[in-house]
């Protein structure tokens, strides 16, 4: 089975960009969690989505960055007119139930490393 | 405010030696989870324990939770090369359309040779 996929591994944007993320969750999952992390550090969250819908946004910076996840295709991180403060890994991670925190991991794609220059 | 905070921020130790990692959290928790994350790769899950459970054994693994503290610690067992990684503990704060992991800021272990 195919884990939690991330594309681009690598994305270099020019300060003004824009910057897409992508994430395929794993086969079977409907809800996806977008992390963010600075070098050296632990992973922030940013936000919640389940089909269609976004149950918890709290951690997104309130400009430039919006997410989602239709019904069909990837979930999409996207950060307007970056800034070098941008630069981060960026992890997507998937679960399958409802309330899986309760007794499942969440399951994490290697990242999208994002260079600001 | 992020929780969850890791003790040592780094640990270097002998192959065939024990690595104990602390991780201390401020609100009330379902579970805690423990992940591993490997130079340049995501997260990988590692252990589960259950805010009503104390202590879980995974392999050379063993996971304790003290919710009166609210802490944890993960201890590796002869520890191997192998293990060099950063270690996260993460807080599952669940409500009712769902929930979330919030991650301390990690343990990064190197295991000698």
């Known amino acids: 089975n195919a884990g939690v996929m991330q594309n681009p591994r ?4 020019r300060r003004g960009q824009e910057a897409r993320l992508r994430c395929s969750p794993m086969k079977g999952h409907s809800h996806v969690y977008w992390y963010r992390q600075l070098p050296e550090e632990g992973l922030k969250f940013m936000v919640y989505l389940q089909k269609e819908n976004i149950i918890d946004e709290s951690g997104m910076p309130k400009e430039r960055f919006s997410a989602e996840f239709p019904k069909e295709g990837p979930s999409i991180l996207r950060i307007q007119q970056v800034v070098r403060g941008d630069s981060a890994a960026y992890f997507c991670a998937s679960s399958r139930y409802n309330r ?3 007794d499942s991991p969440l399951h994490f794609g290697n990242g ?3 260079t600001v220059t | 405010s992020q929780q969850g905070e890791e003790d040592p921020q780094a640990l270097s130790i002998q192959e065939g030696e024990n690595a104990t990692m602390n991780c201390s ?3 009330s928790i379902n579970n805690l989870q423990w ?3 490997n130079s340049g790769r995501g997260l990988v899950h590692l252990i589960l324990i259950r805010s009503n459970e104390r202590e879980k054994h995974s392999g050379r693994l063993r996971v304790t939770l003290d ?3 609210k802490s944890s610690s993960l201890l590796i067992t002869a520890s ?3 293990d060099t990684a950063s270690y996260f503990c993460a807080t599952a704060q669940i409500y009712n359309q769902g929930g979330k992991l ?3 800021q990690g343990t990064e272990l190197s295991v000698k040779p």
Do not use: D, N, P
């Open chain 2, 25 to 27: 959290y401020k609100t």
């Open chain 1, 10 to 13: 690598h994305l270099v944007r």
């Open chain 2, 80 to 82: 191997r090369a192998a």
């Open chain 1, 100 to 102: 899986g925190l309760h």
């Open chain 2, 102 to 104: 919030i991650f301390g």
């Open chain 2, 67 to 69: 919710t009166s503290k």
């Open chain 2, 35 to 37: 992940y591993r994350q």
């Open chain 1, 112 to 114: 999208t490393r994002l």
